[in-house]
């Protein structure tokens, strides 16, 4: 459905960088269950990342960069993603981390010669769609994973429940580190 909605006239450029930045995170590794972290200030560049990582199999953990660095450090040490897209302007306020640093900005023309084509993943239902963090108020935040299903049923559900005007805007008002 997805890929069916992106190839329509006004996404097709959108579904064109998605796909490339997912071919390109497929050389890096992800695929089924492989966490991604993301790092990005509201932009499209955020829809094509979270959009190219979910194509290319993966799990995104979501970091706002205005999250304290303390909690930015945990969450990358604890998801231990395999790589981290964010911004070049983001770079400094980064802690350190194992993963590869992608910068969508920085690094857009190496990701640009990948296909724009829609990329082939062997991710099913009950794999990882994504990872978020809890608050941490009753200690240490904790990774919870959503796998593709539950975030499928509660779509499926909302789009039973309520009309198209009344969840209008929804997810543009919320932040992507909170559940659907």
Same mark, same amino acid.
């Given at each position: 459905?997805?890929?069916? %909605?992106?190839?329509?006239?006004?996404?097709?450029?959108?579904?064109?960088?998605?796909?490339?930045?997912?071919?390109?995170l497929? !050389?890096?590794?992800?695929?089924?269950?492989?966490p991604?972290?993301? %790092?990005?200030?509201?932009?499209?560049?955020?829809?094509?990342?979270?959009?190219?990582?979910?194509?290319?199999?993966?799990?995104?953990?979501?970091?706002?960069?205005a999250?304290?660095?303390?909690?930015?450090?945990?969450m990358?040490?604890?998801?231990?993603?395999?790589?981290?897209l964010?911004?070049?302007?983001?770079?400094?306020?980064?802690?350190a981390?194992?993963?590869?640093?992608l910068?969508?900005?920085?690094? @857009?023309?190496?990701i640009?010669?990948?296909?724009? !084509?829609?990329?082939?993943?062997?991710?099913?239902?009950?794999?990882?769609?994504?990872? &978020?963090?809890?608050s941490?108020?009753?200690?240490r935040?904790?990774?919870?994973?959503i796998?593709?299903?539950?975030?499928?049923? &509660?779509?499926? @559900?909302t789009?039973?429940?309520?009309?198209?005007?009344?969840?209008?805007? !929804?997810?543009?008002? !919320?932040?992507? %580190?909170?559940?659907?």
């Open positions: 459905l997805v890929t069916f %909605c992106l190839e329509m006239a006004p996404y097709q450029e959108l579904n064109a960088q998605a796909n490339q930045l997912a071919h390109y497929q !050389t890096l590794g992800v695929g089924p269950d492989v991604v972290g993301i %790092c990005l200030e509201r932009s499209a560049a955020l829809v094509v990342g979270l959009l190219g990582i979910l194509k290319a199999g993966g799990a995104y953990v979501p970091l706002d960069p999250y304290p660095p303390e909690r930015v450090a945990l990358l040490a604890d998801g231990e993603p395999l790589v981290l964010t911004q070049a302007a983001l770079l400094p306020t980064l802690p981390s194992a993963a590869q640093v910068c969508l900005d920085r690094d @857009w023309p190496t640009a010669q990948q296909p724009a !084509t829609n990329p082939s993943s062997a991710v099913a239902a009950n794999n990882l769609a994504y990872i &978020l963090y809890t941490g108020s009753t200690g935040p904790k990774g919870v994973e796998e593709h299903h539950s975030a499928a049923a &509660l779509i499926d @559900w789009r039973q429940v309520f009309t198209q005007e009344e969840i209008a805007g !929804t997810l543009a008002s !919320t932040s992507i %580190c909170f559940d659907l």
